[in-house]
């Protein structure tokens, strides 16, 4: 999948090619052992898996690394809701909310098990990173543990008579589709605020980042032959400058300032 970025020309990469190099990944390992007495353990051995069906695991976690993609991207583009349909639809913005979240979470566990399954150096420091993020923190807050959060270590040292366990709500008066201000309140009278988009950011580009460390390190230990390493090296070279700028898609921010202009036209015909 593509698009042409409008201000460059250029075709715009999105990430499901990049994912397809842990696909090509396993092409080229069916290839190097096709022909073996026992296919299934030079198949395991090949790719240094611990089981035999551990190909089916890393096959599954990256399809949830396209799957979730298609959800973030969304997120992009809408946020909470089309700001181009009018309607007042709370469900949409939860549902939105919490679906976008829980991407978040499975994508971010898909990376820490692809990173074992390949053997990658500290997986824990990938899920600690992970964890350490804003949008980590938003979904404890509003996604999943609304009624029972643990309060962080850094909060505890700011208000160290709260209580560490507590409840939060989100206050619905501040949702609205773009995401700008998601305000939530505990039982401490203790607030946070969050802007969907910027929280969303800071996780696409530590999860970029774990992409292609991931990707690297597979084509480094992984790929044996020369030819297939330069052919892997070659396309993700390639992708890379011109994978895409996820803030260049929001769909929500053109209607906003074409609509900013339309009144604009109209006010000077007056």
């Known amino acids: 999948m593509f698009f042409m970025n409008r201000f460059t020309n250029k075709k715009v990469v999105y990430k499901d090619e990049v994912f397809y190099l842990f696909l090509l ?13 026992d296919f299934e353990d030079a198949f395991k051995r090949r790719l240094g898996f611990q089981s035999s069906t551990d190909w089916k695991k890393f096959r599954a976690c990256v399809d949830l690394l396209e799957d979730t993609e298609y ?5 992009f583009q809408f946020q909470l809701g089309d700001l181009s349909i009018k309607n007042n639809d709370h469900g949409e913005l939860y549902i939105r909310l919490y679906g976008i979240l829980n991407a978040v979470y499975l994508q971010s566990k898909a990376f820490v098990e692809i990173s074992k399954l390949l053997h990658y150096p500290n997986p824990k420091l990938i899920d600690k990173s992970f964890k350490e993020l804003k949008i980590y923190k938003l979904r404890g807050i509003a996604g999943s543990h609304t009624v029972d959060y643990e309060h962080d270590l850094e909060t505890k ?3 160290p008579k709260i209580k560490n366990i507590t409840t939060f709500r989100i206050l619905q008066v501040t949702l609205s589709k773009t995401g700008k201000n998601i305000c939530a ?4 009278n203790i607030s946070f605020e969050f802007n969907l988009l910027d929280v969303l950011s800071e996780y696409e580009k ?4 774990y992409l292609i460390k991931l990707i690297r390190h ?3 230990k992984l790929v044996h032959k020369k030819v297939d390493k330069l052919e892997m ?5 390639i992708m890379l400058p011109n994978l895409i700028d996820y803030s260049m898609i929001n769909k929500n921010d053109q209607y906003e300032k074409e609509k900013y202009v339309s ?3 109209k006010l000077k015909r007056k």
């Open 25 to 37: 990944l396993i092409q080229i390992a069916l290839r190097d052992v096709k022909g073996s007495i």
């Open 71 to 75: 959800a973030i991207e969304s997120a």
């Open 157 to 159: 040292k700011q208000y």
């Open 185 to 188: 309140i505990d039982e401490n």
């Open 206 to 209: 530590l999860a970029t980042n």
């Open 218 to 220: 597979s084509i480094d």
């Open 233 to 237: 090296q070659n396309r993700l070279d």
């Open 263 to 265: 009144i604009l036209k």
